[in-house]
């Protein structure tokens, strides 16, 4: 009778220990229909869009404050920055600029603004570690 017992209670920890494991890989993983952020081939191919977030970080001239590499000089390290940023405040920081540190807003810039969703990607994938190089190419 203890037996029974014993692998009947072992049987519903199992359950619930693999059900709560579904669980957690669901809440981490995106949904299939979701786009990934980013595709980086061999470091530095990247997919067209985040290739627009790095023209559009050339085109900013944001090397200026942040450096050519993204690792920072009079502006903090965007590498480390997105590490704890969420999207909405890179984008609220960007649109209207941190100006008691110097930085300035982008908030009326259309080549800025409209490509914001691709900076973002393109500076997380820096952040990542999946963007190895800070110059990009196109995959092909």
Known sequence: MKHRQFALAFALLCVGSATHAQDAQAAVQPEASEQPLYTVVDGYKVDPDTLK???????????????????????????????????????????????????????????????IDNLYAYLKGRSDGAITRARVTAIK
């Open 53 to 115: 977030g790095f023209r559009t970080w050339r085109a900013a001239a944001c090397d200026r404050c942040h450096g050519a590499n993204q690792e920072g000089m009079v502006g903090p390290s965007l590498i480390e920055s997105l590490k704890v940023l969420t999207k909405e405040e890179f984008i609220t920081t960007v649109r209207d600029g941190r100006l008691e540190k110097g930085m300035q807003s982008f908030g009326s810039d259309p080549r800025v603004m409209d490509n």
